[in-house]
């Protein structure tokens, strides 16, 4: 299975080519550590909607953080 690999903020977002609903990727969202922070089965329809809901699940976790 081909895995697809972005960096946001020092956090690593891979994607899954995986058929779930009416989605087409699942990603994990590691920390720098490779510490499992998320994941999400039905992450979007393409590659660009999966990166983006991995950025907002960052950018939550920061915020949370910061609280």
């Not at 922070?37 to 991995?54: D, P, Q």
């Amino acid at each position: 299975m081909q895995q697809l690999k972005h960096t946001y903020k020092g956090y690593s977002i891979e994607l899954s080519p995986e058929s779930n609903y009416c989605s087409a990727f699942a990603i994990d969202v590691r920390d720098e550590t490779g510490h499992l922070l998320s994941h999400v089965g039905a992450a979007g329809k393409t590659e660009e909607n999966a990166v983006a809901r991995g950025k907002e699940l960052i950018d939550f976790e920061e915020a949370y953080q910061k609280r």
